[in-house]
């Protein structure tokens, strides 16, 4: 059911690689909503990935874009405020990648190349499309900008390494810029903490599954999934979050204000009786 929560808006939405990936539930939403959008990914991102097929469902125009690029960027914005007719209402930032974890490195074994592309890709890219979309005054008034992070910004997760660091700065960067932004051009900035989804990046994190199912048992309501992720993103492009910003939103059906619940300890008790053993 739609609601035309963004009628007459317009957005581009970084990341959507295939049918897994939080931006493209984010991207079809957006359109069912009444927005006009754009899709942007990396060259390789997009011959590997299935975005075109997202594009011909959205009648969206796929705009190539290395994010860690400022010339690519100057060039998205430039060339989306003239494919849509205009400035645009929201953004969307979902962007990660670790060389560390994709290549096995622990966190106190890191490969300190690997660590700049990790916060180079993750995190400072971010404040690049900002600083980019600023510039070219590319985002209308009251327009929102939406950036996914995760809890181990805040706290320590098994082998989420580097990321972590990265999802810290990609938060910092939120209330520094939503500052700025907001101060003079009444844009607001905002990342939302979400619970562990499967997506194609997310699944190359080691003990993913048992992470997501941790998860689970922690949280009240459970995990949200990536389509419900999705719906809190449509809220705050929306006019019914104007005066929101340099916020991190959890959205992770209460994990985040956990201590233990019972189906953790319930399952945690469980184990000592299958591991005399164990320490």
Same mark, same amino acid.
């Given at each position: ?32 909503? !009444? ?55 929201? =953004? $969307? ?16 074994? $890191? ?17 690049? =499309? ?12 009251? !327009? ?60 190359? =994190? ?42 991190? $939103?959890?959205?992770?059906? !209460? ?25």
């Amino acid at each position: 059911m739609s609601y035309n929560l963004l009628k007459g808006k317009k957005g581009i939405i970084f990341g959507a690689l295939n049918e897994m990936s939080i931006a493209w539930k984010v991207a079809e939403l957006a359109v069912e909503e !009444g927005a006009e959008i754009v899709l942007t990914n990396t060259p390789v991102s997009i011959r590997m990935g299935t975005i075109d097929e997202l594009a011909k469902k959205c009648n969206a125009e796929v705009i190539p874009a290395d994010a860690t690029n400022p010339k690519d960027l100057d060039e998205l914005f430039t060339k989306s405020m003239e494919v849509l007719g205009g400035r645009v209402d929201f =953004v $969307l930032h979902s962007i990660g990648m670790s060389p560390n974890v994709r290549k096995g490195h622990s966190y106190d074994d $890191l490969n300190y190349e690997y660590l700049k592309k990790t916060l180079d890709v993750s995190a400072t890219s971010f404040h690049k =499309v900002l600083q980019s979309a600023k510039k070219l005054d590319a985002i209308n008034e009251w !327009g929102s900008v939406v950036a996914l992070s995760y809890a181990a910004a805040q706290r320590t997760m098994y082998e989420y390494n580097d990321m972590a660091d990265a999802k810290a700065m990609l938060e910092s960067i939120a209330r520094s810029f939503g500052y700025i932004y907001g101060r003079e051009k009444r844009v607001r900035v905002n990342t939302i903490s979400q619970s562990p989804t499967v997506t194609t990046a997310g699944s190359g =994190v080691k003990g993913f599954d048992s992470l997501i199912d941790f998860s689970e048992r922690m949280s009240p309501l459970g995990n949200a999934d990536a389509q419900e992720c999705a719906n809190f993103c449509i809220t705050l492009f929306s006019d019914l979050t104007k005066k929101v910003t340099m916020q991190n $939103l959890f959205h992770d059906g !209460g994990f985040s204000s956990m201590g233990m619940s019972y189906r953790a300890m319930s399952q945690y008790n469980k184990s000592f009786k299958t591991c005399d053993d164990c320490e």
